[in-house]
C-alpha cells in the first residue's frame, strides 16, 4: 500500500521531509536554532535573521508574479502554488495570495508543519479585488488511508486516491481565509487510479475531491486550526464514499503507525467559521471521523466522557457558514467531546441521494441516506440557533431527508434551531446507540413526510418545540416509528383544512405526550392528561401569526435570520399557551433559561418555544397545597403549618420574579417574621393586576411516613411484655402534617402510657378538626422477608439495596416486569427479591439474593430498618443458605452485617449444598440496620443464592440487654 505521507502530487514530488520527532524534539531543535540565529557569523545578514526569527511572508500573484522569485516580496511574489508547496512553513509564516489571481490546476499541501501556539501559520490574501481563486480541476492527487483495512462498516470505505485543494496532514497551528476554492472534474472524471480514464458522473469509482483535507495520523494532537472565511463551490466528489475525504471541508483521524511514541491522533481547537459552500460532493463540513476509534465506541451507546475527550476531538466549533446543494451531508461532527454548532444555514442538503444521482454503488442502495446537520458517535454535542430549509429526496431513494438528526452519541441537544420544508421530516433520534438526546425550544414549520422520527431510539425529551404542520403530515413518521420519547409543552399546531384524525401512538409503553397543545386535531393522545386541544373555529387566538417564518434562507448573503423573523410564533395576547407549560426538569441534565428569542423562562412557562411578554400571576409550591379557583373563583392554600412565618412561606413558593407577594391580615400587611393563619389573605400583583391566595385550614390526615410496617390502614409494632411498644414510641415513629395531631385510643378513650396492644387505633386529626384518618395497631414481633414481601414496593422495614464501591447504600428502584425480584436494569442479574416469577410468591417461596458483579465493589443487599430498640434474633430458614442453580466457578459469599460490623460469614460454590449460617442475637436501636450482604468472588457463573432472613423480637428488658 502506497504511505498515507508518500502522495502522488500530480507528477511533482514534495521536496519537504521531517522526520518522526515528536513535539518536545521539535520544539527543543527549533529553540537551538533560535539561539544560532542570534550569533551574526553563522548567517548572512542580521536583518535576515530578524526575519526568520519572526516569521517569513510569502506572497503569490498568478498575474505578476515569477516562480523565480524568492517571493519575500510583493515585488517578488510567486507566480504558482508550487512555490509554496516547496517550502516547509513554521511559526509565524504567511502565505498570502494577491486578490484577482486565479490558479489554474493548482493546490496547497502542507504537511508535518504549522506554528506555535500564539504564533501560527497564516494562508490569506492581500490586494485589493476579487478572492483570489484555487482551481484544482481534479490535480493535486494523494492517496489517503485510515491506515487500517476497514472500517466500522467494511462496505465504507478507506483508502483510494483523492483529488484535494488544500490539504493538511499532521499540521497544526494553522489559520487559512479569504480563498475561493474550486475542485470540478470537467467531461473527464478521474477514477481511483489516478492516470483516470472516462466514467460517468455517478459510477461507484469516481476520484474522491476535497476543497480542504484534514488529516490526523503520526503527530499526536493537533491544535488550532482554523478555517475562516472561505468560498468553497464545485467540488465534484463521489456521491457514495461518506468517509473518504470527500466534499468541502472534510477532517479524518487515521491510525498512527506507533500511537506510543506519537500520541493519540486527533485534533483539539478545530474551528470552521464564515464559511460559503455550494454544490460540493458528498459531504459539506465533516469532522472529524476516525479509523482507530470507531471500534472504541462502536459497540456502546453511552459514552464515558474522559475516554471521549482522551480519543475523540476536542474543542470543535462550527458556525455562522452557508452550504447550498451538498450532494449529501451538510454538516456533521464525528467523535467529538462537546462540538458547538450554531448559526450555520443548510440549503437543499442531500441534492444527490436520489434514484439517479445514486444509482451505481458498490453495495446497491447502502449509504443512501443523508441529513442536514448532525452528529456521529460524539458525546455532549450542541447544535443551536442553526437553520436548515429543503433538505432533499426523502421519498425519492434517500432514507432520511431530516433537517436534524441525534445519530448514535450520548447527550445530543438541539435548541434554538429552525427549519423549514425539509422532506424527511424535522427530527430524527436514529436507532439505539442514540441516547440522552433533548430537542428543545426549537421551531419547525411545514416540514414534511413525519415532523419526528423515531427509529428504535431508547429515548428522546421533546419539549417547548412549536411544530406547524402542513396538511397531511403526521406527528411520527410512519417508517421511522417504535421509538422512545417523552414530548412535553410542545405546540402541535395542524394547518389542514380541516381536523386531523392523528395516530399518535406507535408504542404506547414508551411514547409519551404530557401537557402539550394540539391545535386542529380531532383527538388528543389519551395518555396526555393535561393536554388542551383547540379547535380551528374556535374563537381563540395561539400564535400571533403561524406560518409566516422564512421559508427559504435570507438572500442577501450568508447568515441566519434576526429573531424578528419569526415573530410569528410568538403567543398571541391571551393565548391559552400563556403560563400553561409544565416546570421541566431535563431528562439528560441541559440545564435552559432562555426560550427560543432569548427571553427568560419564568417560573410557569409557557407551551411551545417562545415566553410570552406577561409574568404569570399563578403561585405554586412542593410544600403547600394551592388549588386555584376553578369555577368557584377562589384560589386556595393548604398544608401551611402552624409555626409558618411569611419568610418561611415565601421559601416554599415560586412565582415570576417580576411579581410582588404580600400577606394580608384583613388590610394589614404581615412582616417576614409573623406567623400565617387560616383566613390570611396572599396577594400576588404586577402592574394593574393581581390574584389571591385564601390561607385555608389545613385538611392533610394522612400518614406521610413511617419507621413501623404499614400495609392499607393497619400499621404493625413489635412490642413484648418486657420490651413494651408504648404511645409515645408509636408517636415517634410515624410521620405527619405538622398542621395535624395524632392520639392513640382504645375504643373510645385516649391511651397516653402503657403498653399498646392489638387492636387499638391511631388517630391522625387534621388542622380544621374534622378530617381524620384511623390506622389499626397491630403486635408484629416477627419479622419474615418472604411473609412480609410486597411486590414492587420498598419498605417501611425490610429493603433490598445495592452499593457500588465507597457509595452510599442505595435503595433499587427497578422492579423486574417479569420475575418477583428488583434489579438494577431489565438485562443485569444483580437481583434481590423473591422466587419464582411476578405474582407467584407465597409463604413457601425463598427468599432470593444476587451479586453477579465479581470483585468490582458492586454488592446487593437484603436490608432490615429496625423500628424500635430491643434484642432481636436472627436466622435464615432451617434449609438455607443454598446455592439454587448449577455452579461451575468461582463462589458466593453471604454476610451478616449490624450497621457496618460483620456478624458472620459463608461461602457456597455448589448448587443445592445447604452453607453453615448461625442464629445471633443482637441489641439494636431504633434506625438500625440489619444488612444480608452477597458478594462475587471469582466470577462464578451462577451466584443465584437462596436466603430468607427471619428476625423477632426477643421478650427482653431494656434493662436486661
Avoid at 402534617?737 to 391511651?751: C, K, L
Wanted: charged share 20%; with cysteine; proline share 3%.
Amino acid at each position: 500500500m502506497i504511505s498515507l505521507l508518500h502522495g502522488y502530487e500530480s507528477g511533482m514530488a514534495s521536496s519537504r521531509q521531517e522526520g518522526s520527532m515528536s513535539k518536545m524534539r521539535k520544539t527543543l531543535l527549533m529553540g537551538a536554532m533560535m539561539i544560532c540565529m542570534m550569533v551574526p557569523s553563522l548567517f548572512v545578514s542580521g536583518a535576515q535573521n530578524q526575519q526568520e526569527a519572526e516569521g517569513r511572508t510569502f506572497y503569490v500573484d498568478s498575474v505578476n508574479g515569477k516562480d523565480d522569485n524568492d517571493g519575500l516580496s510583493k515585488e517578488r511574489a510567486f507566480q504558482s502554488l508550487s512555490r509554496i508547496n516547496e517550502q516547509t512553513l513554521r511559526a509565524g509564516d504567511k502565505v498570502l495570495l494577491k486578490k484577482g489571481s486565479v490558479f489554474h490546476r493548482q493546490y496547497l499541501h502542507l504537511e508535518k508543519e504549522g506554528g506555535t501556539a500564539g504564533n501560527p501559520v497564516v494562508i490569506g490574501t492581500y490586494g485589493e479585488g476579487s478572492r483570489p481563486v484555487i482551481h484544482t480541476m481534479g490535480e493535486g492527487r494523494w492517496y489517503q488511508s485510515y491506515n487500517r483495512e476497514a472500517l466500522d462498516n467494511p462496505k465504507h470505505k478507506s483508502a483510494g486516491w483523492v483529488s484535494s485543494a488544500i490539504r493538511l496532514i499532521d499540521v497544526e497551528y494553522i489559520e487559512i481565509s479569504g480563498l475561493e476554492i474550486t475542485n470540478t472534474g470537467g467531461s473527464n472524471i478521474a477514477a481511483e487510479h489516478p492516470t483516470g480514464e472516462n466514467l460517468e458522473y455517478n459510477h461507484h469509482a469516481v476520484m474522491n475531491r476535497t476543497g480542504v483535507a484534514g488529516v490526523a495520523k503520526d503527530r499526536g494532537t493537533l491544535e488550532h486550526i482554523v478555517l475562516r472565511d472561505l468560498y468553497i463551490h464545485d467540488v465534484i466528489g463521489n456521491v457514495y464514499d461518506k468517509h473518504m475525504v470527500n466534499g468541502g471541508i472534510y477532517f479524518i483521524m487515521a491510525v498512527a503507525e506507533d500511537e506510543s511514541k506519537t500520541g493519540i491522533p486527533k485534533y483539539d481547537n478545530l474551528v470552521i467559521e464564515n464559511c460559503h459552500i455550494e454544490n460540493v460532493n458528498r459531504w459539506g463540513i465533516a469532522a472529524a471521523y476516525s479509523g482507530a476509534h470507531s471500534t472504541r465506541f462502536q459497540n456502546t451507546a453511552a459514552i464515558d466522557a474522559g475516554e471521549m475527550e482522551t480519543y475523540g476531538c476536542t474543542n470543535v466549533i462550527i458556525r455562522n457558514n452557508y452550504l447550498k446543494g451538498v450532494g449529501g451531508d451538510a454538516i456533521t461532527t464525528m467523535y467529538c467531546y462537546r462540538p458547538l454548532v450554531e448559526h450555520n444555514v443548510s440549503i437543499d442538503a442531500a441534492a444527490q441521494i436520489n434514484l439517479t444521482d445514486y444509482s451505481k454503488g458498490e453495495y446497491g442502495s447502502f449509504g443512501r441516506v443523508a441529513a442536514a446537520i448532525w452528529p456521529w458517535k460524539c458525546k455532549d454535542a450542541v447544535f443551536q440557533y442553526n437553520e436548515c430549509y429543503d433538505t432533499q429526496n426523502a421519498g425519492k431513494g434517500n432514507g432520511d431527508g431530516q433537517a436534524w438528526d441525534a445519530d448514535s452519541g450520548d447527550g445530543t441537544l438541539y435548541q434554538y434551531n429552525y427549519s423549514s420544508g425539509n422532506t424527511g421530516g424535522t427530527v430524527m433520534f436514529c436507532l439505539q446507540q442514540a441516547v440522552h438526546s433533548t430537542f428543545r425550544y426549537n421551531i419547525s414549520q411545514n416540514d414534511l413526510i413525519g415532523i419526528l422520527n423515531l427509529p428504535g431510539n431508547p429515548d428522546a425529551h421533546i419539549y417547548n418545540n412549536t411544530f406547524y404542520i402542513k396538511e397531511g403530515v403526521p406527528i411520527i413518521r410512519t417508517d421511522m416509528r417504535n421509538g422512545a420519547a417523552k414530548m412535553e409543552n410542545n405546540i402541535f399546531y395542524y394547518s389542514g383544512t380541516s381536523p386531523k384524525e392523528e395516530t399518535w401512538y406507535y408504542n404506547e409503553a414508551t411514547q409519551i405526550y404530557h401537557n402539550n397543545l394540539y391545535y386542529n386535531y380531532a383527538q388528543i393522545p389519551k395518555g396526555d392528561a393535561k393536554g388542551i386541544r383547540i379547535d380551528a373555529d374556535a374563537a381563540v387566538q395561539i400564535l400571533k401569526n403561524p406560518g409566516s417564518a422564512p421559508s427559504s434562507a435570507k438572500n442577501k448573503g450568508p447568515g441566519v435570520y434576526e429573531r424578528s423573523a419569526f415573530e410569528g410564533y410568538l403567543p398571541a395576547e391571551g393565548s391559552p399557551v400563556i403560563n400553561q407549560g409544565v416546570t421541566i426538569t431535563d431528562a439528560n441534565g441541559f440545564a435552559v433559561e432562555k426560550d427560543f428569542f432569548g427571553k427568560q423562562i419564568g417560573e410557569h412557562p409557557e407551551i411551545g418555544a417562545a415566553e410570552s411578554d406577561s409574568p404569570s400571576l399563578m403561585l405554586t409550591s412542593g410544600v403547600y397545597q394551592i388549588v386555584p379557583g376553578g369555577m368557584s373563583g377562589i384560589n386556595t392554600i393548604g398544608g401551611i403549618g402552624k409555626e409558618t412565618t411569611v419568610e418561611m412561606f415565601l421559601k416554599n413558593v415560586v412565582c415570576d420574579s417580576q411579581v410582588t407577594i404580600t400577606v394580608l391580615d384583613g388590610n394589614r400587611t404581615l412582616s417576614d417574621k409573623e406567623l400565617l393563619k387560616p383566613g390570611m389573605t396572599v396577594k400576588l400583583s404586577w402592574g394593574e393586576r393581581s390574584v389571591s391566595y385564601t390561607v385555608l385550614q389545613d385538611t392533610d390526615a394522612s400518614l406521610h411516613g413511617s419507621i413501623f410496617k404499614q400495609t392499607g390502614k393497619e400499621i404493625y409494632v413489635p412490642s413484648t411484655e418486657q420490651n413494651p411498644c408504648t404511645p409515645e414510641t408509636l408517636l415517634a415513629g410515624v410521620e405527619f402534617a405538622d398542621t395535624a395531631s395524632a392520639r392513640v385510643y382504645s375504643g373510645q378513650t385516649e391511651v397516653t402510657e402503657g403498653a399498646l396492644t392489638d387492636g387499638m387505633t391511631l388517630c391522625i386529626t387534621a388542622q380544621d378538626g374534622v378530617t381524620t384518618e384511623a390506622y389499626t395497631i397491630r403486635i408484629q414481633n416477627e419479622y419474615d422477608w418472604i411473609k412480609d414481601y410486597v411486590e414492587e414496593k420498598q419498605g417501611e422495614v425490610w429493603f433490598a439495596q445495592y452499593k457500588d464501591g465507597a457509595a452510599d447504600y442505595v435503595n433499587f428502584s427497578n422492579y423486574s416486569n417479569q420475575y418477583a425480584v428488583w434489579q438494577i436494569a431489565d438485562n443485569r442479574y444483580d437481583n434481590v427479591g423473591a422466587q419464582g416469577r411476578k405474582g407467584s410468591v407465597t409463604e413457601e417461596s425463598h427468599g432470593l439474593i444476587i451479586d453477579f458483579s465479581s470483585d468490582d465493589g458492586f454488592y446487593t443487599y437484603m436490608a432490615f430498618r429496625v423500628p424500635m430498640s430491643g434484642r432481636i434474633s436472627f436466622e435464615l430458614r432451617a434449609d438455607e443458605p443454598y446455592l439454587r442453580q448449577n455452579n461451575t466457578r468461582g463462589s458466593a459469599q453471604l454476610t451478616l452485617y449490624h450497621n457496618e460490623t460483620e456478624i458472620q460469614s459463608c461461602e457456597m460454590s455448589r448448587m443445592n449444598v445447604k452453607a453453615t449460617f448461625e442464629r445471633v442475637e443482637l441489641t439494636v436501636k431504633k434506625g438500625d440496620w440489619i444488612r444480608l450482604r452477597a458478594a462475587a468472588i471469582n466470577a462464578p457463573n451462577c451466584p443465584s443464592i437462596y436466603a430468607t432472613p427471619i428476625i423477632r423480637y426477643l421478650d427482653v428488658s431494656p434493662t436486661d440487654m
